[in-house]
């Protein structure tokens, strides 16, 4: 019976399957590979392809980054600007972290890893903390504003905590209960006062276990995660959010969302610290699986941005803090009227969006993912690689000769 449901004639080939990005297996991709049989099959391996999904996710969180940050001045005159403030605050940094931990999982000590590691995070951190530093001494008028890369000032925190965290991701592959592990040190982070601003270990560390949230995840999280049942269970669930949000705006500071800070730094006691933690942890994974529930899947107008996300995170920066300095919302009281915050919610996602675009990209591919091939030894493997691949060049056009000789020995 089956047989006979089967097409006659030549089967159409498969498509090629989906490669893995950056090393990482994602959900449309098979979790191991076949080992090519030849140099035929090596130059016939398909172009890697970006999961839609994932770069629709890290283009929408930045787009909240973005418009977070143009809030974050109208948050003292309108109470739901604040109460918008900090629900996008909960899950935003939070489901960005989760994606950097979810295609971390393959990094090891390999030579090619740390390279990119240096390359596409650490070179971009002293680059960025030197630029933002000289950008606040001429900006802001303070000429005495030192330049650490022990200190990091405004976003590069997320670079230095990126290296922190996937440096210790073999670790976190060992040990037998990874996330309650990182949420202990997270708690234990939030009533130290005495961390101190150094790398700034306080984020490193509350905002670890989203990191490890991402590495322990598997495909079938996300594609649980995407069903229709969760997408309208989402409505409700955020706009519960919003309604405690808008009740709490009042009594509590938005400062916890940043976890920057010690409880006791905050003016509250050292418990309160253990139960935001856990509390606010608890808000942001249910608040981030809502958001990865709307993201779509398929490929959007706005997909080809996600490549270019930590373009735009840095980039839009000097905007934001700059709007601070030159006291724009100062001047212009019409920000603060209904009108205003949506054009500053709008014109925060323009400037985002251009930024993320792939001419910003080739302009200061340079600084962001710089190749320095001059500052790094040849890895044997790699060199033995290329010398197997040339073989198997010079050994295909031979064949090919070959192949000629006989050709033309059997016309005569």
């Known amino acids: 019976m089956t047989n006979s449901l089967r097409p006659h004639g030549p089967r159409a080939p498969l498509p090629p399957a989906q490669q893995p990005t950056d090393g990482v297996p994602?959900?449309?991709?098979?979790?191991?590979?076949?080992?090519?049989?030849?140099?035929?099959?090596?130059?016939a391996r398909p172009v890697k392809q970006?999961?839609?999904?994932?770069?629709?996710?890290?283009?929408l969180a930045i787009v909240l980054v973005a418009m977070g940050h143009a809030w974050q001045p109208l948050t003292g005159h309108s109470r739901a600007a604040e109460a918008l403030y900090m629900v996008v605050y909960t899950f935003h940094m939070p489901a960005f972290i989760v994606i950097s931990g979810y295609?971390?999982?393959?990094?090891?000590m390999r030579p090619d890893r740390l390279r990119r590691l240096v390359t596409g995070v650490a070179v971009p951190y002293v680059i960025f903390e030197v630029a933002y530093s000289f950008f606040k001494r001429w900006a802001d008028d303070a000429p005495s504003h030192p330049i650490s890369l022990l200190d990091p000032w405004y976003l590069t925190w997320f670079l230095i905590a990126l290296f922190v965290w996937r440096m210790t991701t073999p670790l976190w592959k060992v040990v037998r209960w990874p996330v309650p592990l990182a949420l202990a040190i997270a708690v234990l982070a939030s009533v130290s006062p005495d961390i101190g601003d150094d790398l700034d270990l306080q984020r490193a560390l509350q905002f670890m276990p989203f990191f490890v949230v991402g590495l322990c995840m598997k495909p079938?999280?996300?594609?649980?995660?995407?069903?229709?049942?969760v997408r309208i269970l989402s409505v409700p669930v955020f706009a519960v959010a919003l309604a405690v949000a808008y009740w709490?705006?009042?009594?509590?500071?938005?400062?916890?969302?940043?976890?920057?800070?010690?409880?006791?730094?905050l003016g509250a006691p050292w418990w309160s610290g253990v139960v935001m933690t856990l509390a606010l942890f608890g808000c942001s994974m249910v608040l981030t699986a809502c958001f990865f529930a709307w993201v779509p899947r398929r490929k959007m107008w706005f997909t080809v941005l996600g490549a270019g996300t930590l373009y735009g995170y840095l980039l839009h920066g000097f905007l934001a803090k700059g709007s601070r300095f030159w006291g724009w919302y100062d001047t212009y009281d019409w920000v603060y009227?209904?009108?205003?915050?949506?054009?500053?919610?709008?014109f925060a996602a323009a400037v985002i969006t251009a930024l993320c675009t792939p001419p910003v990209q080739r302009m200061f591919?340079?600084?962001?993912?710089?190749?320095?091939?001059?500052?790094?030894?040849?890895?044997?493997t790699e060199l033995a690689r290329e010398r197997?691949?040339?073989a198997g060049q010079s050994g295909k056009g031979g064949a090919k000769q070959s192949g000629k000789g006989s050709k033309a020995d059997a016309r005569t």
């Open 50 to 59: 970006r999961d839609a999904f994932f770069d629709n996710a890290k283009y």
């Open 220 to 229: 079938e999280h996300f594609q649980l995660m995407r069903r229709r049942e």
């Open 26 to 43: 994602s959900p449309r991709s098979p979790h191991t590979a076949r080992p090519a049989t030849s140099a035929t099959a090596a130059d």
């Open 365 to 380: 591919r340079f600084a962001m993912e710089p190749k320095m091939e001059w500052a790094f030894k040849r890895d044997a």
């Open 248 to 265: 709490a705006a009042p009594r509590m500071t938005s400062a916890w969302f940043y976890h920057r800070d010690s409880a006791q730094e």
């Open 337 to 346: 009227q209904p009108v205003g915050e949506i054009f500053v919610t709008l």
């Open 388 to 390: 197997g691949k040339a």
């Open 103 to 108: 295609f971390s999982r393959s990094f090891d």
